[in-house]
Each structure stands twice: as C-alpha cells, then as structure tokens.
C-alpha cells in the first residue's frame, strides 16, 4: 500500500527547496546587476547576502524541522534551483563582448 502523505511532503520539501533556491540565487543574481552599477555596492552585497541567508535559513529550519529526509529533500530542491538559475541568466551571444582571443576582457 502506497502512503500518499508521505509522497505530499516529498514534494513540498522539494518545492520549497526550489522556492528557497529561487529567492537566494534569484537575490544574488538581481544584486550583482544593481550592486555592480552603484555608488555603494558594498551596501548592496553585503545587506543582501545577510537577508538572502536568513531567509534560506528560516526556511531549512522551518521545512527541515529535524527531519532529515525532508531536509534533504529541502537542499536537493535548492540545489536544482541554483541550477535552473544559472541556465536561465546565462548571457547570450548577443549580449557577450567581443574581445581579441589572446587578451582578457578585464585588459
């Protein structure tokens, strides 16, 4: 016999990992473009690295509450998240500057 609860909070866990994910690696995407073209971009980072951090951390605390399947599938759904992230801000041919082969974009 199948426990269907059980299958409901593997996929809560897993989607709140994921939401979890979203608002950290989203967060950190949206400060690196509004930080990078401020006037006190350490302000930026450094206020969003501590509420990116305590929300992800409330929200482990809160989905985990000691119970380590649902916490791993908490951290497997944030990891998934930092995954979909990445893919999603990649930037594209478009948008890449074009630079000589033999000489770093920073020259």
Do not use: E
Not at 32 to 41: D, K
């Amino acid at each position: 016999m199948i426990d269907y609860g059980n299958w409901g909070m593997a996929a809560g866990a897993l989607l709140a990992g994921g939401i979890l994910g979203g608002i950290f690696f989203g967060g950190l995407w949206w400060t690196v473009r509004r930080g990078a073209s401020s006037r006190t971009p350490a302000r930026w980072f450094l206020g969003s690295l501590v509420l990116r951090t305590a929300i992800v951390l409330l929200g482990f605390y809160v989905v985990g509450a000691a119970q380590p399947l649902r916490f791993g599938l908490c951290m497997l759904g944030f990891l998934l998240a930092r995954t979909v992230i990445m893919r999603v801000t990649q930037p594209t041919a478009a948008t890449k500057a074009p630079h000589s082969p033999g000489v770093p974009p920073c020259a």
